[in-house]
């Protein structure tokens, strides 16, 4: 992994933490797509694979965090729910989750500055 491609993973995967614990679920998304229109990042599939990434691991750390806390109440409560064989199940269907939010957010500004790129023009035609 090169440095840059590392930057914008920590950066994804610590933005992430901060704004699920005060913000709503979509912020993932909003801070992949700031992370990768801010960094130039030149690899294909990097911002969507990168930011997925960073973004599954900050769900499933943050929900195993709070599953802990409440000494795994509510997620035996929605496993239950959704009949699942067990609650740790829960933190991967979320890790899931962050990982298609955060990588599509990151794919989206790839996508512009893809867009919005200026073509270069050979100097002699």
């Not at 933490?17 to 679920?25: E, T």
């Not at 909003?30 to 900050?58: I, M, R, T």
């Not at 929605?78 to 990982?99: C, D, Q, R, T, Y």
């Amino acid at each position: 992994m090169k440095r840059r491609e590392f930057i914008l993973f920590i950066i994804v995967l610590l933005g992430t933490g901060l704004c699920l614990l005060y913000l709503p679920w979509w912020w993932t998304i909003v801070v992949s797509f700031v992370a990768v229109l801010c960094l130039q990042n030149n690899q294909k599939y990097s911002a969507f694979l990168l930011c997925g990434l960073a973004g599954a691991l900050a769900w499933f750390g943050l929900s195993a965090w709070a599953d802990f806390q409440n000494n795994f109440l509510l997620s035996s409560k929605m496993a239950e729910l959704f009949h699942l064989p067990s609650s740790k199940l829960l933190w991967l269907i979320e890790a899931v989750l962050g990982f298609v939010s955060a990588g599509l957010g990151g794919w989206t500004a790839k996508c512009i500055k893809f867009t919005f790129r200026q073509e270069k023009k050979p100097i002699i035609q």
